[in-house]
């Protein structure tokens, strides 16, 4: 079945720009979607089809997909963003594949 | 705004059946797939499985032998049992509003807009 690659954790300064990747044969052909998940809450989705934002989150939030890695870029960070992020995508077989999660930690 | 909401026992003895049930406000259940996904102690999250508001069902290949879900869309819920549960199953469990969708270029994507805020279920010996 299909692997999706997340490192466990990123750290990163207030006000800096942090890219969470997910990894994944040939995942450039895939869409991929992103979640964040802070804890004792649902998960919100924060990107989907690669790229597009949901109502409501904010444009600080980007992502791209190419090649083998897909990128969660958010940019001018805060201390609310501090949450776990899981990337998505659903398999020949449509299933649905989680990553196993990345958790940021905002210094 | 869509909402769901999980309900059902807290804690289930080892070896017997989970039953969970998910009711949906705010909007139809058509044209939409409804997911279960789990997340245990200190790990990721998991999708069990989905049903359409059809019936049609499409569960993880781990866990499809001990696994049933329906739908009653005239009651706005739709329902998991998961059968000889062990420690193993402990975990939070969401209900979770898929849609498999094209995309202003032509991707075809399925992703999960509307969540629940979990429940927790303990398995005990």
Known sequence: SYVLTQPPSVSVTPGKTARLTCGGNKIGSETVNWYQHKSGQAPVLVIYFNSDRPSGIPERFSGSNSGNTATLSISRVEAGDEADYYCQVRDDNEHQIFGGGTKLTVL | ?125
């Open chain 2, 1 to 125: 705004q869509m909402q769901l909401q999980e309900s059902g026992p807290g804690l289930v003895k080892s070896s017997e059946t989970l039953s969970l049930t998910c009711s949906v406000s705010g909007g139809s259940m058509s044209n939409s797939y409804w997911n279960w996904i789990r997340q245990s102690p200190g790990k990721g999250l998991e999708w069990i499985g989905y049903i359409s508001d059809t019936g049609t069902t499409n569960y993880s290949p781990s866990l499809k032998s001990r696994l049933t879900m329906s739908v009653d869309t005239s009651k706005n819920q739709f329902s998991l049992r998961l059968r000889s549960m062990t420690a193993a199953d402990t975990a939070v469990y969401y209900c979770a509003r898929g849609r498999l969708e094209y995309s202003r270029s032509d991707l075809l994507g399925f992703f999960f807009g509307s969540w629940g805020q979990g429940i927790l279920v303990t398995v005990s010996s």
